[in-house]
């Protein structure tokens, strides 16, 4: 039976019940993403930040001096996978409203990309980004999320 352990972090003001409620999600994220890539263990461990913190991390590991959405860091790869993920709360919640859907749905995404990143998809070029968008809105399909049948339709229309 696959083993999987989360550790997450909000380093933002998230009310109780809101972090509750997305360590439920994340957890739901790398259950799909275990069965879906028959992963054995997946060990992930995940930081809510706000935009400067995820910027002062992009600018040190990328050399990008911007905010980003989610950074995503493999420690280990293959049937066990071991990796970081970092996604900004600030950029979710300014995203969210031209997405059209809640701040936890937008933060929901940047988790589920990092761990698409984390068992080997890429979405540099054009056929690596329409598979991970694939993934992407499966897994918004399977999880029931408000928006999941427009989200490929709207993705490029969202400016960061």
Avoid: K
Avoid at 36 to 42: C, E, M
Avoid at 95 to 116: K, N
Avoid at 123 to 138: I, L
């Amino acid at each position: 039976m696959p083993h999987i352990e989360l550790e997450v972090e909000f380093h933002v003001e998230v009310d109780a019940t809101s972090e509750v409620q997305l360590r439920q999600r994340f957890l739901q994220a790398a259950t799909w993403i275990v069965q879906r890539f028959s992963i054995q263990q997946f060990i992930v461990s995940i930081s809510v930040v706000d935009d400067v913190t995820i910027r002062q991390l992009n600018q040190r590991h990328l050399q990008h001096d911007w905010a980003t959405d989610v950074l995503s860091f493999v420690f280990e790869a293959g049937a066990i996978i071991d990796g970081e993920i970092i996604v900004s709360w600030d950029t979710a919640s300014r995203l969210s409203v031209a997405a059209g859907w809640d701040a936890a749905d937008e933060l929901l995404l940047y988790v589920l990309h990092g761990m698409l990143h984390l068992v080997g998809l890429d979405d540099r070029d054009d056929v690596g980004r329409t598979a991970m968008r694939a993934e992407e809105c499966q897994f918004l399909r399977e999880a029931q999320v408000a928006g999941a049948d427009t989200y490929l339709a709207r993705f490029n229309d969202v400016s960061y």
